[in-house]
């Protein structure tokens, strides 16, 4: 019987992805990336909802195509399919910790911290450059929504072990791949310092940077690309807009919602959506 083979769908621009490819990378398993944006045919192919990521697997008994979509669906199949090195918290080492609460972390994640983040501060920080607005200013117009991100940090450093190298421990867990991503997009932005001074994530980035599977997970990503605006100078609004039309993809729908809460909020619906 033919072993199993491998593809993900999704930029590597895609944080969800992103998290999707640390997890295959650090057990090492092989696989082939497929390097498109969300609601592109592919994707819509891929995904239901033409989201990122997705995971086609080719190769099984019957001689289907198996396709996995859903990032936590698929940190599931990969944990089945290599169990180690684990993405879990050692309950030896920690008995007094919920082991839950690595997924805790990767939901609030998804729930919350992706969208203060992404739709809160990288979004309109490349936008207002592409607009030609000053760098001084934009990181004046967006306090507010850094103390969001601070805030964010708060919740998950008061639900992780705090004196570890990792969120839960000396080896990284799932939750580490699901905030790795948004966090390595906020720190190639000058708002970084102000979001995690003074907490765990000043060291833990460190730490983080020294996983292979995220020096191999880097290529493609905001924090690569944003070092070509600063070096490249002339290409810098290309790039600008083109970095911009692949955040825009990768945040249609959660603007979307975030419009339609605040919209219900103004005419005092915001408790009954
Ligand atoms: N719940 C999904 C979320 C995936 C997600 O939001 N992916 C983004 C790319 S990072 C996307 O495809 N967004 C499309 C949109 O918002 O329309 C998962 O965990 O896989």
């Not at 180690?84 to 082991?99: I, K, N, R, Y």
């Not at 990181?139 to 507010?144: C, F, R, V």
């Not at 100078?233 to 959660?254: D, H, I, K, P, Y």
């Amino acid at each position: 019987m033919a072993s199993k083979t491998y593809k993900v769908i999704g930029t590597p621009f895609s944080t969800f992805t992103r998290t999707v490819t640390l997890g295959l990378h650090y057990k090492g398993v092989p696989f082939e990336q497929v390097a498109c944006l969300p609601h592109s045919d592919i994707a819509r192919h891929s995904h239901p909802y033409g989201y990122l990521p997705t995971l086609i697997i080719e190769g099984t008994a019957s001689g289907d195509e198996i396709k996995l979509c859903e990032s936590q669906t698929i940190a599931r199949y990969i944990d089945r399919i290599a169990q180690g090195p684990s993405l879990h918290l050692d309950v030896s080492a920690h008995p007094e910790v919920f082991s839950e609460r690595v997924w805790e972390i990767a939901s609030l994640v998804g729930s919350f911290g992706f969208h203060a983040i992404e739709v809160g501060v990288v979004k309109p920080y490349l936008k207002a450059l592409e607009e030609g607005v000053a760098e001084s200013d934009i990181i004046h117009n967006n306090t507010k929504e850094v103390e969001a991100i601070v805030e964010f940090l708060r919740i998950v450093e008061e639900r992780s072990i705090g004196t570890s190298k990792f969120l839960f421990g000396d080896h990284p867990t799932w939750a580490d791949f699901y905030l790795y991503p948004p966090l390595a997009d906020l720190q190639a932005l000058p708002f970084w310092e102000q979001a995690v001074s003074g907490s765990r994530f000043v060291t833990w980035m460190g730490e983080m940077g020294q996983l292979d599977a995220v020096k191999q997970t880097r290529s493609g990503t905001l924090a690569e690309q944003h070092g070509n605006i600063i070096v490249q100078g002339s290409t810098e609004r290309n790039l600008l807009t083109s970095l911009l039309a692949m955040v825009g993809c990768c945040l249609s729908v959660a603007e979307t919602l975030q419009g339609r809460c605040s919209q219900a909020a103004n005419i005092g619906l915001g408790d009954k959506i």
